[in-house]
């Protein structure tokens, strides 16, 4: 052994230079680690809030961010391709409302599995049940989804020459117009009843 050399010194001295870059990797870790967190919290609370509504491009776009951000978790990744190929199935005709529901119900089970292994990944506790039962959409939010798709449809009609416009003439029946009827002014008795003597 060497004399004279004071390894407390030493030791204090490297402990002086290490110390802080350990602990700024070891910070730099935690804060990629919470981002690649939060990143999946995002994807998940998105598709917890659009799973009513998957023609939403939030619900689009957290679609295609789960090859990405959850690329090591297999169960994930296998539930998402699942997912987009019941996604990719041809829609059936307009008329065939039993395929129309079956597909509907197979895209919204998958999708029900998807968000179920997700919430798994990061360590939630929500049953399958809540998932495919819950959200609230409104009625009216329906309603004028519903109106615009028929306008839309209708107005591609009309420009692609499948459906006529039709132009007629309008005549206003007697008392109708833009302005309200005169006002009626009430007559005094006394001038009532000269106006009916002869």
């Known amino acids: 052994m060497i004399e004279g050399i004071d390894w407390f010194a030493i030791a204090t001295a490297a402990a002086a230079v290490i110390g802080p870059a350990v602990a700024v990797w070891i910070t730099r870790k935690s804060d990629d ?14 598709l917890m809030r659009t799973r009513r509504i998957p023609i939403h491009f939030e619900h689009v776009g957290a679609l295609n ?8 978790d297999a169960p994930v990744i296998a539930a998402w391709k699942e997912y987009l190929r019941v996604l990719s199935e041809p829609t059936p ?3 065939d ?5 079956q597909l509907r119900q197979r895209r919204d089970t998958h999708l029900t599995k998807l968000i179920s292994t997700i919430a798994k ?10 998932i495919f039962e819950g959200n ?3 009625q009216g939010w329906h309603d004028e989804d519903w109106e ?12 692609s020459s499948r459906r006529p416009v039709l132009f007629q003439p309008y005549t206003p029946s007697q008392g109708t ?13 006394d001038q009532a009843a000269q106006k009916k003597e002869p």
């Not at 990061?122 to 399958?128: D, I, T």
């Open 33 to 46: 680690r919470k981002e690649v967190q939060a990143r999946r919290m995002d994807i998940f609370r998105t």
């Open 177 to 189: 117009g833009p302005y309200p009827p005169a006002p009626q002014i009430p007559v005094p008795a």
């Open 65 to 72: 961010l789960i090859e990405i951000e959850f690329a090591k």
């Open 121 to 130: 990944a990061l360590k939630f506790n929500v049953e399958q049940m809540d």
């Open 93 to 95: 005709p307009e008329g």
């Open 148 to 159: 615009q798709k028929a306008v839309r449809k209708a107005l591609l009609e009309v420009l």
């Open 97 to 101: 409302i039993v395929a129309h529901t």
């Open 136 to 138: 609230y959409i409104p």
